[in-house]
């Protein structure tokens, strides 16, 4: 089992549509998640727009290609994509950057 | 049971010390972890000194006081003193900020 942790940053001036955007999640989306194998996956979101995702799964990468599939995710996506800063941001290299575990304890 | 994650931020000259404390984290301070209600412990550390923690407990309050008045914590947490970026620094805001979750999937 691999846990994993990334980061993303959004825009400051888009967090309160992000963070209403999460309370209403489509069920069509849990359920690819679920499917692909994202287990106990939880966002957070800092005042600042960091937004840091953790969860367990099988395989990353497998579980990250499921999703890529998914006609679902690329419609969240598409919808997520105003959100987030992107190039040409301030912060443009925290898109998505996954980050290593140096510890852990059951 | 809530769900935890906590920001940090290690010197960025100090990095490969602070790895290698925690490839041998002392067992009395994770048994005092354990003790304390510390579980599913997880610390990434990224390249830059950004440190995320993330854990589950019945109530963190709770769990942070009881490792607040444990001896073997006041030792780790001198030795690990130096190597965190404190004020002064060029991020000074970053010491164990705790983010707000704002979705969770099980």
Not at 16 to 30: C, D, Q
Not at 60 to 75: H, I, K, L, P
Not at 78 to 99: N, S, V
């Amino acid at each position: 089992m691999q846990r994993v942790c990334f980061l993303a940053r959004v825009r400051p001036d888009r967090l309160a549509e992000y963070r209403a955007a999460h309370r209403e999640v489509w069920p069509e989306m849990t359920a690819a998640l679920r499917e692909a194998g994202w287990a106990n996956y939880t966002i957070f979101l800092d005042d600042d727009g960091l937004v840091i995702g953790y969860l367990e799964t099988d395989d990353f990468d497998v579980a990250r290609q499921r999703m890529e599939q998914s006609g679902v995710n690329t419609s969240w996506q598409a919808r997520m994509a105003p959100f987030f800063a992107g190039i040409g941001d301030q912060r443009p290299d925290e898109g998505f950057r996954q980050i290593t575990e140096i510890f852990h304890l059951d």
